[in-house]
């Protein structure tokens, strides 16, 4: 099943009503706009994400993401550049709330409607709504309300839902706020009562898609302007780009940021630290879609916000206890698995925050010192005891240079895991560490990977190693690495042997 088609229109209008038979009326949100910006089943969705991720801009901020800017327009519109914001925030990290904040586009009020009444739905499953905390910004400011029209029928933040989902995990809690305003007073007064959550144990995600129906060219040009007002960290500076734009008399432009109360507030947040800085990550508008007009588009950037000054959280690690559960995990799935025996179904409650650590996995088999399967998985979307059991079936059972592990090998197995960290693109080899990182390339829609300890294994050099993954594993030639896409990334390794379980 595709992607539905999205009419231009409907993605990108400001007011359009949902028949009033869609209103909900349970406590909880529904996901109406499902199965129209976006997927509505679970699978698609989880395909569409992944195949967004891949092609989007890799992790390229150096500090501590504490907010990002996204667009809200249809998956097939923005989603690349939406999932350029979110890789910049580490899958590692756990949040204390996220909180999203969208323009409001169908109800006029002054100030921020947050939800207060239930969970917000998703293809995915329910996410938590931290309604305590909801119900005490409406007490503290009189600028918030607990209004659940502005809710109902928006897109700005229910879009961002499955962003985060897939980047950090369903195990999430969000304060979703819609914000209304018509000065920059409001938004600051907004800013403050928020102020005391915008830290790095919180994530801010500001929901906005920039200019609207200029031609391809003009909103290049306009989209630019404002984004680097935004950069500058300064509320004046953001105003008056937009004043500016609008006097250039640039045909049919409706707006250069439909969700500037929520910009200005986030530029409220942070004009006055030092310490801050706002990257632009990724630019397209709705012209480079496959079928995207280009005489009337909307423009979309990626921003991340990010703290210079933050120190890093501790590398991941696990302990020896906590590598010989993992450990016994694989082996028990492997011979359930060979033996056509149901598996042990996993309860989170049995593991520890480490292992429920959203993590890539590797599951490696050798028999007699070869290899006799390696599958794993590089996106960091659900809990690493559960990517180690769907990893130990897929190494067992899928991998096509072998035939299926037979219940008579099982015996002789040793089994070997490794915990991978995010991938990071490099720019060149040079940046390559030869021991240190596994590599990752791609070129068009060919790619290979070789985990770091292959480099120990052979012993071969870096251009031998980059080489063999070029050649051997990506199939574009042993010179093929020297013009393709290059990621590197680090990885746990620990097995059975090691850890003295045979």
Request: aromatic share 8%; glycine share 8%.
């Amino acid at each position: 099943m595709k992607i539905r088609s999205v009419p231009v229109l409907l993605a990108f209008t400001l007011f359009c009503a949902l028949p009033a038979a869609s209103i909900p009326q349970t406590a909880d949100r529904k996901a109406v706009w499902a199965n129209q910006f976006y997927p509505g089943e679970a699978n698609e969705l989880r395909s569409t994400l992944r195949d967004l991720f891949t092609r989007a801009v890799a992790t390229k901020v150096t500090g501590a993401v504490v907010a990002i800017v996204a667009p809200h327009a249809g998956y097939v519109y923005s989603g690349g550049v939406a999932a350029s914001a979110y890789n910049q925030i580490d899958p590692q990290r756990r949040f204390e709330n996220i909180f999203i904040l969208g323009p409001s586009h169908r109800v006029g009020f002054e100030g921020a409607s947050v939800y207060t009444d239930g969970n917000y739905q998703s293809p995915f499953g329910p996410v938590q709504v931290n309604t305590a905390l909801g119900k005490q910004l409406v007490a503290a400011s009189k600028l918030f309300s607990s209004r659940r029209d502005a809710h109902l029928e928006e897109h700005s933040v229910e879009v961002q839902i499955p962003f985060l989902q897939q980047r950090i995990g369903r195990e999430i809690r969000i304060v979703p706020i819609v914000v209304g305003a018509s000065s920059q007073a409001t938004c600051k007064e907004i800013a403050d009562a928020l102020r005391p959550y915008f830290n790095q144990k919180n994530l801010f995600v500001f929901s906005t898609d920039f200019s609207h129906y200029p031609s391809y060219k003009d909103a290049i040009r306009v989209d630019r302007h404002t984004a680097e007002a935004i950069a500058s960290r300064s509320p004046g500076s953001l105003l008056t780009a937009i004043r500016e734009n609008a006097e250039t008399g640039t045909p049919n432009l409706s707006t250069s940021l439909c969700g500037w109360p929520c910009i200005l507030t986030l530029m409220s947040l942070v004009e006055d630290d030092p310490g801050i800085r706002i990257d632009i990550i990724d630019y397209k508008n709705s012209g480079d879609a496959a079928g995207g007009q280009k005489d009337q588009v909307v423009g979309y950037y990626a921003m991340a916000v990010s703290l210079q000054n933050a120190e890093k959280p501790a590398a991941f690690s696990l302990t020896d206890a906590e590598k010989k559960q993992l450990l016994v995990l694989a082996r028990k799935t492997v011979e359930q698995q060979v033996g056509r025996h149901a598996l042990t179904p996993l309860q989170p409650a049995d593991w520890s925050p480490s292992l429920q650590t959203n993590c890539g996995a590797f599951v490696t088999l050798r028999k007699q010192g070869q290899l006799r399967g390696c599958i794993g998985r590089f996106d960091a979307t659900e809990p690493l005891f559960k990517v180690v059991q769907q990893m130990a079936i897929a190494s067992s059972t899928e991998d096509y240079r072998f035939p299926p592990v037979s219940v008579a090998e099982v015996g002789r197995l040793e089994i070997e895991i490794s915990v991978l960290t995010p991938m990071r693109r490099i720019k060149s080899a040079e940046e390559f560490q030869l021991g240190k990182h596994g590599i990752y390339m791609k070129k068009g829609s060919r790619a290979g990977t070789f985990l770091p300890q292959v480099a120990a294994e052979t012993g071969w050099s870096r251009d031998e190693f980059l080489g063999h993954c070029a050649q051997d594993k990506a199939g574009i030639g042993w010179e093929g690495w020297k013009d393709a896409e290059l990621y590197v990334y680090e990885a746990l390794i620990f097995s059975e042997k090691e850890l003295h379980l045979q």
